[in-house]
């Protein structure tokens, strides 16, 4: 599944998703950037959208690419999950318009 940000960039795509320990439900998001996917950030599930087979997060690639680097292949430590929250609840969200992606983005 790709991902594009709320502003309809292409960020990479979905490479993992974490899930809350107590409720089960979905709370990050680990994306694939880059050639190969070789690069990881991680982003909220909340406020996210299905666009077809693909993800569209509620912040912007811009803010998902300045993401504190984690060690996604594990799980996330309390100290990696508040650097993130920390990083993005100083953000922005939401749509800035309802454009959908562009087709045939990559």
Do not use: K, N, Q
């Not at 984690?70 to 609840?89: I, N, T």
């Amino acid at each position: 599944r790709r991902v594009y940000g709320c502003d309809g960039e292409v960020i990479g795509l979905v490479v993992g998703v974490y899930d809350d320990s107590s409720t089960g439900r979905p709370v990050w998001i680990a994306v694939g950037m880059g050639a190969f996917s070789l690069r990881t950030a991680v982003v909220p599930f909340a406020g996210a959208l299905s666009w077809g087979t693909d993800v569209v997060v509620a912040h912007d690639r811009e803010t998902v690419l300045a993401a504190p680097p984690v060690d996604f292949l594990v799980s996330l430590v309390p100290e990696d999950e508040a650097r993130l929250v920390e990083h993005y609840a100083h953000r922005p969200t939401g749509f800035a318009s309802p454009r959908p992606p562009t087709e045939g983005s990559t």
